[in-house]
């Protein structure tokens, strides 16, 4: 009851201008109760997040039971995110500014976001697990932190989309799954693995709450050069 009046609230207010204890106040409940569930409005929308990750989790079942092309997949688990954002498209462009504050706990790469972001990776790790086609052992763990980065990249245009539908942001989504595919069939080839490994490198020393995740970078320890031998 709480989060879901919150939410009411930041869409019809705005998120700054919606304080804990008129939260309270439309729920029914005293402000302490209201602080004893959410230690603020970070708290709420942290509860927001967890909600539309676990969601996700839940309506992604059905495509990836069904599909094991890499494309269809991808895109189905980017479309049904759109289905399950869209009630909240309002809220999102109002609360953007905080949220993309790295310093915030709004922001989709801060620590008080792990559980979702987890969540989120996990997604794209069933993607990449049971589609047709071997991925290298070596990047197993990487490659669905990067399709995860992707997928921030289309939230991001979505916040922003006015087109009738988000009809741009649903072909953003088609076109990235197919992009996204030739990359992770390039990444098989082993002359390329140390560039994605390089791009996974830059986006985790630099990418706050990205730091250690996925396989963890040593950092400041420069990666060792492939085994293989060179030529003369």
Partial sequence: MILETAMRLFQERGYDK???RAIAKEAGVS???AYYYFAGKEHLIQGFYDRIADEHQRRV???LE????LESRLAGVLHIWLDIAEPYH???AQFFKNAADPESPLSPFSPESEHAREAAIEVH???LAGAKGKVPAELREILPELMWLSQMGLVLYWVFDRSEGHRRSRRLADRGARLTTRGVALARFRVLRPLVREVHELFTDFLPGMTGEGGGVDRGVTSPPSAEPSGP
């Fill in 18 to 20: 919606t304080t804990m």
């Fill in 31 to 33: 402000v302490g109760n």
């Fill in 61 to 63: 079942v059905p495509v």
């Fill in 66 to 69: 069904k599909e094991t092309d």
């Fill in 90 to 92: 309002e809220f999102a």
């Fill in 125 to 127: 790790r069933q993607v």
